[in-house]
């Protein structure tokens, strides 16, 4: 079988900056190699990092006669995802079309109404199951028989039984040499980078934050054993070269007994080497932190959110606290480990003293003690934050990701994507205030946003929103306030 899997280009956002978070598509890597074990022809076109242009990705999408066409996407990139859909039923009329990844994985139904030319949705882990439906195309079993999946019959909407948990020892690692890997690359100084290296080592979190959709995707946190997270470590380093890991899960330290043993296999092995993680303050101790770095860990980015302690308690469930939170700080301080602190403006209920505790807690680190990361709240679907915007009358009750009338709803498209963001307690003026300082403080330029922005504005709603956050972008500049320089 000719299976092509595709990553979907992103329409707003720069894929060379490390702060968009886009990696290379392991998700797709993952099937890849599944499909190779069992003697499928694989292509994966990585619309996304290669930044191609709408013609060009046709244009590589034509080379190919698939059976199957695969589409991997989130919701920031749901609309792109769903015109290659469109492409590819229209170029191979006869190929079977799925959908995977967290967002058709969590609004299945609106996207199998909406999008007419899809055949089937992935629901969770896609490995083994895009090897069945690999066999249903072949003729070898039904659509009803696989696992994992959703579609329609007779218009309405088919979901089989869940999928059961994967063994993440028993899977080939990603097929790396299908896509693009070797542009990453890590500053390790000044004058010094050296190639960057990506791995999954466990899936989901044990928490369960109320803006997360994690466990909705993935089930309970399930994490590969040591040996074969060093086995792959040893692969990237001996054979692509790579001299600093960045391991992408969710939670790195949610068993910490775990990363104990990997750091200590990684200070047996001897390799000159580093590496990041994700983890939250809640999961690590002075002891393990010290070993993490004895083993060549450089950076740990924790989840920090927001610096008001009733937003993490009764808002969002995060079950840290800001002392907690300091204190693992200048743990790092401590041990000379680099800490990025990614927060969340916009938050249900929070007021403008709550944001103000936010930004006063990033003005403390600035730009000379930590690296900040931001975004704003989105309600994604799945997640209890998506329920109470619906109760709360933010989202009308007819909404759906997949209808262009919703495209652009209670968001800045130019600036933030097409998912609606959580305005609740404050202003437009509030949150422009604050996205004008924070995108001062990643110098990200506005200024260039705003061509598109022109091009976004469809209603009063949009003149106004855009309206509103020009006005507060022309007074801070004027105004020379924006000095993320300065000591608090």
Known sequence: MNILLINPPYAYIDTKKRDQGLGPPHGLGYLAANLQKYGHEVVILDGALANYSWKRLEAEMKKHNPDIVGISFITKNRFPAFKVIKIARNMFPDCMIVAGGPHPSLAVQDTLEHIEELDVIVIGEGEQTIVELAQVRQGK??????SGIAYLEKGETVMTDRRERLN???????????????????????RQKVPLGFIVSSRGCPGNCSFCSSVRVWGKWKART???VMKEIELLYNSYGKRVIWFVDNNFTADMDRVEEICDRLIHARMNLEWICYCRTDGITFSLLEKMKKSGCREV?????SGSQRILDEVIAKGTTLEQNEKVLQWCDQLEILKMMDFIISHPSETVEDLEKT??????YGRKNAVVAWTTMHPYPGTKIYKMAIENGLLPPDFSWADERFRGYQTLSAVHGDVPIFVDKLSWFDFSKVLVELSAYEDYSLWSKMGKAIKDIHSFSDLKKYGVLGFELFKQKISGNLDWDKEY
């Open 168 to 190: 993440l020892d028993d899977l080939p690692f990603p097929a790396r040499e299908l896509y693009y890997h070797n542009n990453f690359m890590e500053r390790i100084s000044p």
């Open 141 to 146: 079993r039904t659509l009803s028989d696989v």
């Open 301 to 305: 980015i924790f989840g920090l959110e």
């Open 226 to 228: 040591p040996g074969n």
């Open 359 to 364: 930004m006063l807690l990033i003005r403390k």
